[in-house]
């Protein structure tokens, strides 16, 4: 039974060892110690309990609606925002999730027990205690650079605020900018049928006419329910950022640096700081289920999509780069992000030239972690690195490990520059920084 489970355990007693399990993944990942590496997630896996998909994707979508109603609250937003947010975002995502569910599962998602509930919550605790370890590695390296800023220029050292009502603005014009590409995608449909279709042809797999088929009509619903998401991470981060600043714990210049440098190279450093967790949510499945599904329960994958389950924003802090720093500036995570390595990875490209390492990771669940570059785990563990690299040699993802950064970069240059050529963006509201000395 899954109550008796829930309280085997003093509550604090099972949420420390889900914090120090956690810690062990990390730095055993970082360390490549594969051996403890491998102990340390079996570890974490046992204090998890069995969760049903279907009721677990229905409790995942109301408690993260909760979530965002007190995180808006609590980060002090306008009235206005917050109800843009609920009518914009949080109701779509409820709704269409509803929908979606349904036509996957049909009344499984009523089935909702006691015991169900139980273990939800059991594994939603455990979660927390990974979260915790997500919140303390982001802590360590804010104040590892505070520490780092102070051998620099004076000039150098400070912050910049932006006036809260700028940053609303422009979280509402990136998600209808971005509503915008979900209706270009629902027009060309038919494109991202083929860019399917063709991963099975390339890799040889025998379903490419039958189950692994992606109907029109099934990606027009995939699109959809993914659109409906578009916010997830956005609008979790843009939170944390201003609580964060409301607490007096700004984003220095050095901060920013490092987020610039980071998403400079993005898929070399998610080896480092974002592989361990992505590969732990794949080993646990409840642990999947409870904050990864979202992101995968679709057949094909679309660069509408947040990048992350509901709940995964929460479990990695936000973000495990310093991306919560580009919350604090309008337009800044719809350039660096939304607009550029989100656009590559999550595109199933209908040439064979453009298939990617996450590209199978979506379509046929491929047992690579860093998303387009393969870390030295991937290279050394993954089935399906050694099956099928020299197959794709044709694409230039495969064949050459910085064209996801350059391709990335390229995309952003670009959305950023015709939105400004637009009159929105960045650059249109810079005049309106404050600068902070220390």
């Not at 594969?34 to 677990?56: D, I, M, N, R, Y």
């Not at 780069?321 to 800044?332: D, I, K, Q």
């Not at 590209?359 to 399906?384: G, M, W």
Request: glycine share 6%; proline share 4%.
């Amino acid at each position: 039974m899954i109550f008796p489970i829930f309280f085997e355990l003093p509550v604090l007693g099972k949420f420390f060892q889900s914090y120090v399990a956690g810690w062990k993944v990390a730095i055993f990942h970082l360390v490549q110690n594969w051996e403890k590496h491998t102990e340390a997630s079996k570890e974490v896996g046992e204090l998890f309990v069995p969760s049903p998909t279907a009721q677990t994707l229905v409790l995942n979508v109301l408690a993260y609606v909760l979530l965002v109603v007190c995180l808006n609250r609590w980060a002090g937003f306008s009235m206005e925002y917050q109800r843009f947010i609920a009518l914009y975002s949080l109701l779509p995502t409820l709704i269409m999730g509803f929908i979606y569910y349904f036509y996957l599962f049909r009344a499984k998602i009523l089935q909702m027990t006691f015991s169900v509930v139980a273990g939800w919550l059991n594994n939603w605790l455990m979660m927390m205690g990974i979260a915790m370890v997500s919140f303390s590695q982001l802590a360590l390296r804010y104040m590892g650079l505070l520490v780092v800023e102070k051998f620099l220029p004076s000039a150098w050292q400070g912050y910049m605020t932006f006036p809260m009502s700028t940053i609303e603005t422009s979280v509402k014009h990136t998600m209808l900018l971005l509503y915008g590409l979900g209706l270009v995608l629902l027009v060309t449909t038919p494109l991202w049928c083929e860019g399917h279709r063709l991963v099975y042809e390339m890799l040889g797999r025998k379903d490419a006419g039958n189950a692994g088929r992606l109907s029109f009509s099934e990606a027009v619903m995939e699109i959809l329910y993914t659109t409906s998401q578009l916010a997830v991470v956005l609008q979790v981060q843009t939170a944390l950022a201003m609580i964060q600043e409301g607490l007096g714990c700004h984003f220095h210049y050095i901060h920013f640096v490092a987020v610039i440098v980071e998403h400079m190279f993005f898929h070399h450093m998610v080896q480092f700081k974002f592989a361990w967790l992505h590969k732990l949510y794949h080993e646990v499945q409840p642990l999947y289920r409870l904050v990864h599904l979202e992101h995968h329960i679709c057949k094909g994958t679309y660069p509408t999509t947040p990048a992350a389950g509901l709940w995964e924003p929460w479990i990695e802090g936000g973000t495990l780069f310093f991306c919560n720093t580009l919350a604090c500036v309008p337009y800044f995570f719809f350039h660096a992000a939304s607009s550029g390595p989100n656009v590559v990875v999550h595109t199933m490209w209908p040439h064979k030239s453009c298939i990617q390492w996450h590209t199978l990771h979506h379509v046929v669940h491929s047992d690579i972690y860093a998303l387009n570059v393969p870390s030295a785990q991937d290279e050394k563990f993954s089935r399906d690195v050694k099956q099928y690299k020299e197959r794709l040699q044709c694409s230039y993802f495969i064949r050459h490990k910085f064209t996801s950064d350059i391709a990335g970069f390229a995309a952003t240059f670009l959305a950023g520059y015709i939105l400004h050529q637009s009159g929105i963006g960045l650059f249109h509201v810079w005049h309106e920084r404050v600068l902070h000395s220390l």
